[in-house]
């Protein structure tokens, strides 16, 4: 099992920077990704930044492109995310997430197993 701990919520004003942290415990080592996904009031989870462990290897929504940064520390097992020229939509719950790769038969998949508690993020306008 892999706990999920994440934290840095708050509000913000628009245009204003906040840095999210996640920590990560339990079976780390198999962990492939480790991701950052958002759910807006009345909207579904969406994806917001990847980062593969082996390489740092990055992947971000097209929605926060060049606003948010994700990053790795193998040694502590954080994931930060450092939001920057937040706007109001950007208002959401945040939520760290660990990926593995499953195979099955000829098949692999990414597949996200372990999800933390999630951390509030409001921006003001």
């Known amino acids: 099992q892999v706990q999920l701990v994440e934290s840095g919520g708050g509000t913000v004003q628009a245009g204003g920077s906040q840095r999210l942290s996640c920590a990560a415990s339990?079976?780390?080592?198999?962990?492939?990704?480790m991701a950052w996904f958002r759910e807006a009031p009345g909207k579904e989870r969406e994806f917001i930044a990847t980062?593969?462990?082996?390489?740092?290897?990055?992947a971000y929504a097209d929605s926060v492109k060049g606003r948010f940064t994700i990053s790795l520390d193998n040694a502590k097992n954080t994931v930060d995310l450092q939001l920057s020229s937040l706007r109001p939509e950007d208002t959401a719950v945040y939520y760290c997430?660990?990926?593995?790769?499953?195979?099955?038969?000829?098949?692999?998949?990414?597949?996200?197993?372990?999800w933390g508690q999630g951390t509030h993020v409001t921006v003001s306008s």
């Open positions: 997430a660990a990926a593995s790769l499953l195979t099955s038969g000829t098949t692999t998949r990414l597949v996200y197993s372990y």
């Open positions: 339990g079976r780390t080592y198999g962990i492939n990704t």
């Open positions: 980062i593969r462990r082996r390489d740092g290897n990055r």
